[in-house]
């Protein structure tokens, strides 16, 4: 069974970092790309970035390119974000997610996201 | 950026009835399109991929149409586990982008 358990969500001040981390398991970890995806408080679904299975590729959406830093350790069988200059309008619960397969960075499998909070 | 746009917004429908979703792409996205599910306090799931194709455990009643810029979801004889809302999203293009939600409602 495909498990994704993200972690390091919280309370940061503006202009702060955090970084978030997802552990995944049930799956061939190295084979999928994988996402996060935020969702701010009774808002829609934003894509925030992606990476592809081997690390070789990654994508920012606009509103985190220069910000946010995607990475995967493959060994580890995790995903992490790297957040910095983080604002108020980063606050949101923020989801991983593995690919459906073939490389098409379709959100197929979801954990039940970490919560971050921009505020001071 | 490909802008994604549902309706309606919010749609009211009683059990054992069907119900219609929209999607609108403000460019070709081909056949790239899905659509997800996501209740209160949970994540999103995914249900359809590929326009018409359900993912793994999803149940016969949700079908899916379309191609380019305009797409439907068909749920048909509502049951009361498919009251929530509905995201589509295109995977043609990035960034990759959502629509802004139907909300399924009881009647």
């Known amino acids: 069974e495909v498990q994704l358990v993200e972690s390091g969500g919280g309370l940061v001040q503006p202009g702060g970092s955090l970084r978030l981390s997802c552990a995944a398991s049930?799956?061939?970890?190295?084979?999928?790309?994988m996402s996060w995806v935020r969702q701010a408080p009774g808002k829609g679904l934003e894509w925030v970035s992606s990476i592809s299975d081997t690390s070789g590729s990654t994508y920012y959406a606009d509103s985190v390119k220069g910000r946010f830093t995607i990475s995967r350790d493959n060994y580890e069988n995790t995903v992490s974000l790297q957040m910095n200059s983080l604002t108020a309008e980063d606050t949101a619960v923020y989801y991983c997610?593995?690919?459906?397969?073939?490389?098409?960075?379709?959100?197929?499998?979801w954990g039940q996201g970490t919560r971050v909070t921009v505020s001071s | 950026e490909i802008v994604m746009t549902q309706s309606p917004a919010t749609l009211s429908v009683s059990p054992g009835e069907g119900a219609t979703l929209s999607c609108r792409a403000s460019?070709?996205?081909?056949?790239?399109l899905a659509w997800y599910q996501q209740k209160p306090g949970q994540a999103p799931r995914l249900l359809i991929y590929?326009?018409?194709t359900r993912a793994p455990g999803i149940p016969a009643r949700f079908s899916g149409s379309g191609f380019g810029t305009e797409f439907t979801m068909t749920l048909s004889s509502l049951q009361s586990e498919d009251f929530a809302v509905y995201y589509c999203q295109q995977y043609n293009n990035w960034p990759r982008s959502f629509g802004q939600g139907t909300k399924l409602e009881i009647k």
């Open positions: 590929g326009v018409s």
């Open positions: 460019q070709s996205v081909t056949s790239n």
């Open positions: 997610a593995k690919d459906v397969g073939s490389g098409s960075y379709l959100f197929g499998n």
């Open positions: 049930g799956f061939s970890f190295s084979s999928y790309a």
